[in-house]
């Protein structure tokens, strides 16, 4: 549940932090003295709605070898990170990219991600937990899985749909603290909601509307794995990829060492089980994952 509780506040934190940023410039209380204006309003939500997500996808790749502490394989040192590298590029030959970066880092858990602003200046990174418990085929098609999330674009996708939803957070906060100021004024004569409650309305309604927006994002998320599972059973196989997803599982109960600001793009984050948990997920349990897998390689 911590794991939640952390990615929600990531998300709601940018947007907070974007509230204070337009009343510390005067915006708020322009927009509020000259009545709503819609479109105006709108405008600056987006562009602080979206700065928050567009500067987290160019820095991605620098705060994931940071936060992992993944060290990049410039030169191979041995017949493994000669392997690892040659098996990257292949794969990222046939999903017809440019060969991301490839790195290890240091946990114990099985584990992978990919992270990138563009499909043609990518990382794909592996633990050493995963390298040293997996077999090769497994590998391969762990490292499928992760090309496939950036064949197909996900950190961008990801990244655009996190900076629209917060776009209408911010949006919808600041009409529904109008509206609740207009009503209160109506009520009595200037009785509005003053300065410091208009605030705490719209913080409040940023929060309610970000737990939505938090679930749309993580539906989508959810959504991705399936697709990139497909694409790791197009580049290595649907045995492998079943193999490796079956070993991930054999794992759950290891402690997972991967950062929460990552976890959106790691191959596992063990099983879901509660309702809540599993609304907020960002990946679907993986029974789910393998059933899905098997089910297509049914229907070919």
């Given at each position: 549940m911590m794991r939640i509780l952390l990615f929600l506040g990531t998300n709601l934190?940018?947007?907070?932090?974007?509230?204070?940023?337009?009343?510390?410039l005067g915006v708020e209380s322009y927009?509020?003295?000259?009545?709503?204006?819609?479109?105006?309003?709108?405008?600056?939500?987006?562009?602080?709605?979206?700065?928050?997500?567009?500067?987290?996808?160019?820095?991605?790749?620098?705060?994931?070898?940071?936060?992992?502490?993944?060290?990049?394989?410039?030169?191979?040192?041995?017949?493994?990170?000669?392997?690892?590298?040659d098996t990257v590029a292949e794969l990222a030959r046939e999903a017809g990219i440019k060969t991301p970066e490839v790195g290890i880092f240091p946990a114990q858990q099985s584990?992978?991600?990919?992270?990138?602003?563009?499909?043609d200046d990518a990382l794909v990174a592996v633990s050493a937990g995963l390298l040293n418990r997996m077999r090769p085929d497994e590998v391969r098609a762990v490292l499928a899985h992760e090309i496939g999330h950036v064949a197909n674009g996900d950190m961008v996708t990801l990244a655009?749909?996190?900076?629209?939803?917060?776009?209408?957070?911010?949006?919808?906060?600041?009409?529904?603290?109008?509206l609740v100021d207009n009503f209160l004024?109506?009520?009595?004569?200037?009785?509005?909601?003053?300065?410091?409650?208009?605030?705490?309305?719209?913080?409040?309604?940023?929060?309610?509307?970000?737990?939505?927006?938090?679930?749309?994002?993580?539906?989508?998320?959810?959504?991705?794995?399936?697709?990139?599972?497909?694409?790791g059973a197009r580049l290595a196989g649907t045995g492998a990829m079943v193999n490796a997803l079956a070993r991930l599982k054999a794992?759950?109960?290891?402690?997972?060492?991967?950062?929460?600001?990552?976890?959106?793009?790691?191959?596992?984050?063990?099983?879901?089980?509660?309702?809540?948990e599993r609304l907020f997920a960002s990946h679907p349990p993986l029974d789910d994952r393998i059933r899905a897998l098997k089910e297509a390689a049914y229907r070919q």
């Open positions: 934190a940018v947007i907070i932090i974007a509230s204070i940023t337009l009343r510390l927009l509020r003295g000259q009545g709503i204006n819609f479109t105006s309003l709108l405008i600056f939500c987006f562009i602080f709605g979206m700065a928050g997500s567009m500067i987290s996808l160019f820095i991605s790749k620098w705060m994931a070898k940071r936060s992992t502490g993944t060290v990049v394989i410039e030169t191979p040192s041995n017949s493994t990170e000669k392997w690892l590298v584990n992978a991600f990919a992270t990138g602003w563009n499909k655009l749909i996190q900076g629209v939803l917060n776009t209408f957070v911010m949006f919808f906060a600041r009409v529904v603290a109008h004024r109506s009520r009595s004569e200037g009785g509005g909601l003053g300065f410091i409650g208009y605030f705490v309305v719209v913080i409040v309604a940023e929060i309610v509307f970000g737990l939505i927006a938090s679930i749309i994002v993580a539906w989508f998320s959810r959504f991705r794995e399936y697709r990139a599972d497909s694409a794992e759950t109960q290891m402690p997972d060492e991967m950062p929460d600001t990552l976890t959106a793009f790691a191959i596992t984050t063990g099983q879901t089980r509660k309702i809540m």
